[in-house]
């Protein structure tokens, strides 16, 4: 059989006639079974507080890297075509706020430049497209009729070279045009 473990503490009390002997006893081999149990409820409390840390932490991160998540999903939805998505501007003042507005601010900018573009495209085509049908006007009655007439053949080249010219001033004044719009006209000095 198992041998017994005895733990005993002893000690004395005097009174003014007699001296007691005051001895107590345990067992010990039941402290055994205590100190399993309570390394048992230990690992477990370890594991519930280790999950609930975790999942704490997912909850928090998840919180915090939102606006994140929403200013990268801003960013792969905006296009040359559509620069509408903005990035809402909710929660409290902090860096991801001020991330957000500048994020915004930055598209706003895209977009007015993508609007310019196309206002310029417009416009130089809009401007371009007289002179060339006068070219291409003056270009076939050469082809009918000016190889034979000495008189239609000088007024067509006399014309074509007209508009040549005023393209060439349209074309300068659409570079000129484009330069400043990208702030990159340099002043000189006469």
């Not at 003042?93 to 598209?107: G, R, V």
Request: with cysteine.
């Amino acid at each position: 059989p198992e041998q017994q473990k005895i733990l005993l503490l002893s000690t004395q009390y005097q009174t003014e006639d007699n001296t007691y002997q005051i001895q107590v006893f345990k067992q010990l081999n039941g402290n055994q079974y205590f100190i399993h149990s309570f390394l048992t409820k230990m690992i477990v409390a370890d594991f519930l507080g280790i999950f609930c840390a975790f999942l704490a932490g997912r909850y928090i991160s998840h919180r915090v890297l939102k606006p994140v998540e929403q200013i990268r999903t801003a960013a792969e939805q905006i296009s040359i075509h559509d620069l509408t998505q903005r990035i809402a501007l909710e929660g409290p003042d902090d860096e991801m706020k001020e991330l957000s507005a500048t994020f915004n601010s930055m598209i706003d900018r895209l977009e007015k430049a993508f609007q310019r573009q196309n206002q310029f495209v417009s416009d130089a085509s809009h401007e371009l497209r007289p002179p060339i049908s006068v070219i291409q006007g003056y270009a076939s009655l050469i082809n009918r009729w000016g190889k034979s007439n000495p008189e239609v053949l000088q007024e067509s080249i006399d014309s074509i070279l007209s508009e040549t010219e005023h393209m060439k001033e349209l074309i300068n004044n659409l570079l000129f045009l484009a330069k400043s719009d990208q702030n990159r006209m340099h002043a000189k000095r006469v």
